[in-house]
């Protein structure tokens, strides 16, 4: 997840205990607010406050994660970047490898709405190619993370406006009750790239002057926006092992529609309240049971009252305890197609924590909702989350609603109490932690966080379980590290000199037990752990930091903060274009000596591929390797083709380059190509020599007649030719 403030599940839990308003001064890197605020509702093609919720980041990405192409990298919108890493991050604290779900029936479920940056790069045309489609179609934000990790499942996108995450949600747990898929993942995006679609909403008066999320407070007059993503991953509870991690377990979920209301975007209390009803229902659980309701945030006075009251009807007065009532948006601003799954997500590690952080902003409560009447309280502080007494779970629920009238509920419980793993037989002392990275800077950023973890954190997981985890619930890659040591202070310090070395893999302690320093000795040089000679084979996932992304600048630089915030119908007529691909020129074939042609062209294919691709040239080995290997596809295929045919002047069918994904065969292809092109070039310079030698003949034969010759001449050729001349 990456939320304004929060990258991680441990940072939003930290941001929300603290009762943290993560929201600022959209800043000018991101749009030129000088020439975009203005407090006035009514004012034409101006954003209403300057305040959101924002992540840091956006424009870059880490081209080594999914193996793509830089260029490519470039083209995708943000969104889609964006929702990868998550899925990657979810993955990694849910402790399952990713080769672990290559070819399995995963379904990938995500919920988007605004598509900022197909309107920003369609400012110019010259920059919709073929990457742009591919980087900007919506369903890709789904299809991208089944690709990137070979999932076979379904691979959807909900677009419900502000309903779309908890949407996506739902149609994953129908997916799993179905039995179509065995795992999924499910979340939502929303990022504010373009001014366009907040000035819309500013214009619709849904923006705050207050210019923060006041939900429940009297105050309340409308949102301020907030961006992220969030992914959790979902299994069916018996598919649960001992050595899993559960935050909780969804019981039941809805999805409904206010119908013809008094207009599109009013609310429905009587349709809030049918699709709790319907959740529970499906849950098998009474509406009564749940203690607590994350609201959906929208700040609206008449909104929150319209919850507030459905909530109350359906739980219905005869409790003995009020539900609590609380809203994440007042704390990242309102996340739009994510906010769904933020709601969800922090219900979850209030779950998971057994706590219920506090709901800030809300000085006084809403006066037009009898707030006692109802049942219900606003969690204004930090506590435990209350005990209904044995045998009675943690229950909650997460509602959200959208302007177009949809509704969405999700029920959810407390995870069982985990069962204890078996003890190892045989224990040593010594600690055995390992970590890997795609890159030797991520390892070294690896080891640097890990250091920081143990040596900063109050955890209550034991280094058995940290050291499990980090070898049996994690991803292996390719650049790998070691550390024995028998407590945390030790691997602290040799976490330290890692990252100080250079080169070295693997650093113990003296005296570490040589069966520990094999293991470590066989993974450090890419081989697999074995449970048999860990210290501890039956652990439990427990929280670790999540993998550094070496996140690089990928954005078009045409697209500048003033540029996206420029009115289109107030662009200049020189206004910026992206800039067209440089071909390097490539002297004659004819001019190389003909041992040393094959060469040149592979090394014009290798400058081809890097310009297609975005590579530094001397970054990367072609040899041996397929075009595919490297990340290109049939887009990268395409601009290759009209790459090689502007420089040497052949055609090729795009065929050739899948029949000859290699740089050496397509050589010997493009010279064939050349030397038949060249002959048929010489055959036709000799024939139009030979034409030109003919007429020159011809023209002195002429000029060596006498008139009448020439007369005599002229009448024949024209009675050959059947023209008579008067």
Same mark, same amino acid.
């Given at each position: 997840?990456?939320?304004?403030?929060?990258?991680?599940?441990?940072?939003?839990?930290?941001?929300?205990?603290?009762?943290?308003?993560?929201?600022?001064?959209?800043?000018?890197?991101? &749009?030129?607010?000088?020439?975009?605020?203005?407090?006035?509702?009514?004012?034409?093609?101006?954003?209403?406050?300057?305040?959101?919720?924002?992540?840091?980041?956006?424009?870059?990405?880490?081209?080594?994660?999914?193996?793509?192409?830089?260029?490519?990298? @470039?083209?995708?919108?943000?969104?889609?970047?964006?929702?990868?890493?998550?899925? &990657?991050?979810?993955?990694?604290?849910?402790?399952?490898?990713?080769?672990?779900?290559?070819?399995?029936?995963?379904?990938?479920? #995500?919920?988007?709405?605004?598509?900022?940056?197909?309107? #920003?790069?369609?400012?110019? &045309?010259?920059?919709?190619?073929?990457?742009?489609?591919?980087?900007?179609?919506?369903?890709?934000?789904?299809?991208?993370?089944?690709?990137?990790?070979?999932?076979?499942?379904?691979?959807?996108?909900?677009?419900?406006?502000?309903?779309?995450?908890?949407?996506?949600?739902?149609?994953?747990?129908?997916?799993?009750?179905?039995?179509?898929?065995?795992?999924?993942?499910?979340?939502?995006?929303?990022? #504010?790239?373009?001014?366009?679609?907040?000035? #819309?909403?500013?214009?619709?008066?849904?923006?705050?002057?207050?210019?923060?999320?006041?939900?429940?407070?009297?105050?309340?007059?409308?949102?301020?926006?907030?961006?992220?993503?969030?992914?959790?991953?979902?299994?069916?509870?018996?598919?649960?092992?001992?050595?899993?991690?559960?935050?909780?377990?969804?019981?039941?979920?809805?999805?409904?529609?206010?119908?013809?209301?008094?207009?599109?975007?009013?609310?429905?209390?009587?349709?809030?309240?049918?699709?709790?009803?319907?959740?529970?229902?499906?849950?098998?659980?009474?509406?009564?049971?749940?203690?607590?309701?994350?609201?959906?945030?929208?700040?609206?006075?008449?909104?929150?009252?319209?919850?507030?009251?459905?909530?109350?009807?359906?739980?219905?007065?005869?409790?003995?305890?009020?539900?609590?009532?609380?809203?994440?948006?007042?704390?990242?601003?309102?996340?739009?197609?994510?906010?769904?799954?933020?709601?969800?997500?922090?219900?979850?590690?209030?779950?998971?924590?057994?706590?219920?952080?506090?709901?800030?902003?809300?000085?006084?409560?809403?006066?037009?909702?009898?707030?006692?009447?109802?049942?219900?309280?606003?969690?204004?502080?930090?506590?435990?989350?209350?005990?209904?007494?044995?045998?009675?779970?943690?229950?909650?629920?997460?509602?959200?609603?959208?302007?177009?009238?949809?509704?969405?509920?999700?029920?959810?419980?407390?995870?069982?109490?985990?069962?204890?793993?078996?003890?190892?037989?045989?224990?040593?002392?010594?600690?055995?932690?390992?970590?890997?990275?795609?890159?030797?800077?991520?390892?070294?950023?690896?080891?640097?966080?890990?250091?920081?973890?143990?040596?900063?954190?109050?955890?209550?997981?034991?280094?058995?379980?940290?050291?499990?985890?980090?070898?049996?619930? @994690?991803?292996?890659?390719?650049?790998?590290?070691?550390?024995?040591?028998?407590?945390?202070?030790?691997?602290?310090?040799?976490?330290?000199?890692?990252?100080?070395?250079?080169?070295?893999?693997?650093?113990?302690?003296?005296?570490?037990?040589?069966?520990?320093?094999?293991?470590?000795?066989?993974?450090?040089?890419?081989?697999?752990?074995?449970?048999?000679?860990?210290?501890?084979?039956?652990?439990?996932?427990?929280?670790?930091?999540?993998?550094?992304?070496?996140?690089?600048?990928?954005?078009?630089?045409?697209?500048?903060?003033?540029?996206?915030?420029?009115?289109?119908?107030?662009?200049?007529?020189?206004?910026?274009?992206?800039?067209?691909?440089?071909?390097?020129?490539?002297?004659?074939?004819?001019?190389?000596?003909?041992?040393?042609?094959?060469?040149?062209?592979?090394?014009?294919?290798?400058?081809?591929?890097?310009?297609?691709?975005?590579?530094?040239?001397?970054?990367?080995?072609?040899?041996?390797?397929?075009?595919?290997?490297?990340?290109?596809?049939?887009?990268?295929?395409?601009?290759?083709?009209?790459?090689?045919?502007?420089?040497?002047?052949?055609?090729?069918?795009?065929?050739?380059?899948?029949?000859?994904?290699?740089?050496?065969?397509?050589?010997?292809?493009?010279?064939?190509?050349?030397?038949?092109?060249?002959?048929?070039? @010489?055959?036709?310079?000799?024939?139009?020599?030979?034409?030109?030698?003919?007429?020159?003949?011809?023209?002195?034969?002429?000029?060596?007649?006498?008139?009448?010759?020439?007369?005599?001449?002229?009448?024949?050729?024209?009675?050959?030719?059947?023209?008579?001349?008067?």
């Amino acid at each position: 997840m990456r939320f304004p403030g929060a990258e991680g599940p441990r940072e939003l839990w930290k941001l929300l205990c603290n009762a943290t308003d993560a929201t600022g001064d959209i800043p000018s890197s991101r &749009w030129d607010m000088a020439s975009l605020h203005d407090s006035a509702a009514d004012r034409p093609g101006k954003i209403r406050n300057r305040r959101a919720g924002l992540i840091q980041g956006v424009e870059t990405a880490d081209p080594h994660a999914f193996r793509l192409p830089k260029r490519e990298l @470039r083209q995708m919108d943000p969104q889609h970047r964006v929702l990868l890493e998550c899925a &990657w991050h979810a993955l990694e604290d849910a402790g399952i490898p990713f080769d672990s779900l290559r070819g399995s029936r995963t379904g990938v479920f #995500m919920g988007v709405n605004f598509n900022d940056f197909q309107k #920003m790069l369609s400012r110019d &045309w010259n920059t919709l190619d073929g990457y742009a489609l591919l980087g900007t179609t919506a369903s890709f934000a789904a299809n991208r993370i089944s690709y990137a990790f070979d999932l076979r499942g379904p691979s959807s996108c909900s677009s419900v406006g502000c309903v779309s995450s908890t949407v996506a949600l739902h149609d994953a747990c129908r997916s799993l009750a179905l039995g179509e898929v065995e795992l999924a993942l499910a979340g939502g995006v929303d990022l #504010m790239l373009s001014p366009d679609s907040s000035i #819309m909403l500013s214009q619709a008066g849904v923006f705050s002057v207050k210019g923060q999320c006041r939900t429940l407070a009297a105050d309340a007059d409308g949102y301020i926006r907030g961006e992220g993503a969030g992914v959790v991953v979902l299994k069916p509870l018996s598919q649960v092992d001992a050595s899993d991690r559960v935050y909780a377990v969804i019981r039941g979920s809805a999805v409904n529609h206010n119908g013809r209301n008094e207009w599109i975007m009013a609310t429905s209390a009587s349709a809030q309240e049918e699709v709790i009803l319907q959740a529970c229902e499906q849950g098998g659980v009474e509406a009564a049971s749940l203690d607590y309701v994350e609201l959906h945030g929208s700040a609206f006075s008449k909104g929150d009252e319209a919850e507030a009251i459905a909530i109350g009807a359906a739980f219905g007065k005869q409790r003995p305890v009020d539900c609590r009532l609380g809203a994440v948006s007042n704390n990242l601003g309102y996340l739009g197609a994510a906010g769904g799954i933020a709601q969800l997500i922090k219900v979850c590690l209030s779950l998971y924590h057994r706590t219920l952080p506090p709901t800030i902003h809300v000085d006084v409560p809403n006066p037009n909702i009898p707030f006692k009447e109802l049942g219900l309280r606003i969690q204004s502080t930090l506590e435990a989350w209350p005990e209904r007494g044995p045998g009675q779970p943690r229950r909650a629920g997460v509602v959200t609603t959208s302007l177009g009238g949809t509704n969405t509920f999700v029920v959810l419980e407390a995870a069982p109490d985990a069962i204890a793993p078996e003890a190892s037989a045989s224990r040593t002392e010594s600690q055995l932690l390992v970590l890997s990275a795609l890159t030797t800077e991520a390892l070294r950023q690896r080891a640097l966080q890990l250091k920081d973890f143990l040596s900063g954190t109050a955890s209550p997981e034991s280094l058995d379980d940290l050291c499990f985890t980090a070898a049996f619930k @994690r991803e292996h890659h390719r650049h790998r590290a070691a550390v024995i040591a028998k407590g945390r202070d030790g691997l602290v310090r040799l976490l330290g000199a890692l990252v100080e070395s250079s080169g070295q893999s693997l650093l113990m302690e003296e005296g570490s037990p040589p069966e520990l320093i094999e293991a470590a000795r066989v993974y450090a040089d890419g081989g697999v752990l074995s449970r048999d000679s860990f210290p501890v084979a039956n652990g439990r996932c427990v929280d670790l930091p999540l993998y550094p992304f070496q996140r690089q600048r990928l954005w078009p630089e045409w697209l500048s903060p003033e540029v996206v915030s420029r009115s289109p119908s107030a662009a200049p007529a020189s206004a910026p274009t992206a800039p067209p691909p440089q071909v390097d020129g490539f002297q004659s074939l004819q001019d190389v000596p003909v041992s040393q042609r094959e060469s040149r062209v592979v090394e014009l294919l290798r400058g081809q591929v890097a310009e297609v691709l975005g590579l530094e040239s001397a970054g990367f080995e072609l040899q041996d390797r397929t075009f595919f290997e490297l990340g290109m596809n049939s887009v990268g295929i395409t601009l290759l083709k009209e790459r090689i045919s502007r420089t040497l002047g052949v055609t090729l069918p795009t065929l050739s380059f899948f029949e000859h994904p290699r740089p050496e065969p397509l050589a010997k292809l493009i010279l064939t190509r050349l030397e038949s092109r060249t002959e048929v070039r @010489r055959e036709e310079e000799q024939l139009a020599r030979e034409t030109a030698r003919d007429e020159q003949a011809l023209v002195e034969h002429i000029a060596g007649l006498s008139e009448d010759q020439a007369r005599e001449l002229l009448a024949r050729k024209l009675a050959e030719l059947n023209i008579e001349v008067e």
